[in-house]
């Protein structure tokens, strides 16, 4: 045997290898599903093209997004891959061009026909790999900043990371025991985290099996949504939640007074009744508490979002659920994994990465990322 190194030959011209392989998983499950045809079926009447057809456009932006592609433009490596293209069934890639052309064709009612394609596919998979009983949902809204003047609805709103930038403000539910993405709307950067929250909330109720009864449906939702109409409604229709409480006096004066029970390692916990006075007239509510002392080392205490006093840290929640102020928390917290899945649409896909400078083929996009999670 020779020691040492060896000459080694690398070459490119092999004209049939690809490092996107991996996709023609992803289109065998596709064609499994049937989703070319369902597309077919159900967008109607599609933009026009000469040379590409609609259920076909859409399956390759699907694709594209699959494939790791951020952007539009960066499909154009896309269009000389041949071994991709017969992975996935098509018979050339269509351009970037094309591709805006063709989201800036979509009108609502073809964004409302993909919504409904993607139901479609979320129902027959739903009781896969076992029947489901109950529901867990996971309510949350994201901040997606939009780099340039000229983008439709792209307004200066609620933005921490990036204050006085234009942005987008979507909704996105979840549900958590099989972290599938529910639901999902587009709004300008402007909106406030609960508007048309009630509505959002309406239509991914609309969306469970009516086999399942109300009191299996339970919600863990972020502060941004605390407020009566969300609050009166999941109580008076009969929907288990569970909200974290904003800061406010009247409510940070109840949670630093209530009666507390000791849980061990210096947490506690306690409850007390309350309406907020501009709820208006009606129903006091339950509220949990959950302090902890504040940690000595200061970095750890800055990291608490929470409100404090000279010794402890506070959570506080509203909840209709009738199981103990521990449980209630304990129930709450792994909600954490929501921001996992908004990382995941904003950096390993292109949520935050608008292809017009329009609106409607912008939620067009959106949407077709919610293909990606069916």
């Known amino acids: 045997m020779p020691k040492g190194l060896r000459k080694v030959v690398v070459s490119f011209e092999k004209p049939h290898l690809t490092h996107f392989a991996g996709v023609y998983l992803i289109q065998r499950f596709c064609q499994k599903l049937g989703l070319r045809r369902l597309l077919q079926q159900h967008l109607r009447p599609g933009p026009r ?30 269009q000389y891959n041949g071994a991709f293209q017969r992975l996935v069934g098509l018979d050339r890639f269509p351009d970037q061009t094309a591709i805006r052309r063709f989201l800036k064709r979509m009108t609502p009612a073809h964004i409302r026909q993909i919504a409904r394609v993607h139901e479609l596919l979320r129902q027959r998979l739903f009781d896969r790999p076992r029947k489901r009983t109950s ?9 997606v900043v939009i780099y340039g003047r000229l983008i439709e609805s792209a307004r200066v709103g609620y933005n921490p ?20 993405f529910w639901h999902g709307s587009l709004r300008p950067g402007d909106a406030g985290a609960a508007t048309g929250a009630k509505p959002f909330i309406q239509v991914c109720l609309a969306k469970v099996p009516k086999r ?20 009166e409604f999941l109580d008076e229709e009969g929907y288990g939640f569970v ?18 029970t000791k849980m061990g390692n210096g947490w506690e916990v306690g409850e007390f009744r309350h309406r ?15 302090r902890r002392p504040i940690p000595e080392d200061p970095v750890e205490a800055k990291q608490l979002k929470l409100f404090k006093d000279k010794r402890y840290a506070y959570h506080v929640f509203i909840t209709n659920l009738e199981i ?8 709450y917290s792994p909600r954490a994994r929501i921001e996992k899945h908004i990382r995941e649409l904003a950096y390993d896909y292109p949520l935050t990465k608008v292809p017009t400078q329009e609106w409607i083929p912008n939620v067009t996009f959106f949407h077709s990322e919610r293909q990606r999670r069916f």
């Open 49 to 78: 093209f000469r040379d590409f057809q609609p259920a076909d456009m859409v399956l390759a932006i699907l694709y594209a997004i699959i494939a790791g592609m951020d952007r539009v433009n960066e499909t154009q490596i896309l």
């Open 135 to 143: 529901l867990l949902f996971d309510i949350d809204s994201t901040v």
């Open 161 to 180: 990371k990036k204050h006085g930038r234009r942005s987008y403000h979507p909704l996105l539910a979840f549900e958590s025991r099989f972290q599938e």
């Open 212 to 231: 399942i009864p109300r009191s299996r449906v339970r919600f863990r939702i972020d502060s941004g949504f605390f407020g009566r109409r969300v609050v």
């Open 243 to 260: 909200i974290v409480a904003v800061e406010r006096k009247t409510i940070k004066a109840e949670a630093q007074n209530c009666r507390f």
């Open 276 to 290: 907020p006075t501009t709820w208006g007239e009606g129903k006091k509510h339950r509220f949990v508490v959950v």
């Open 324 to 331: 103990s102020a521990w449980r209630v928390y304990l129930f």
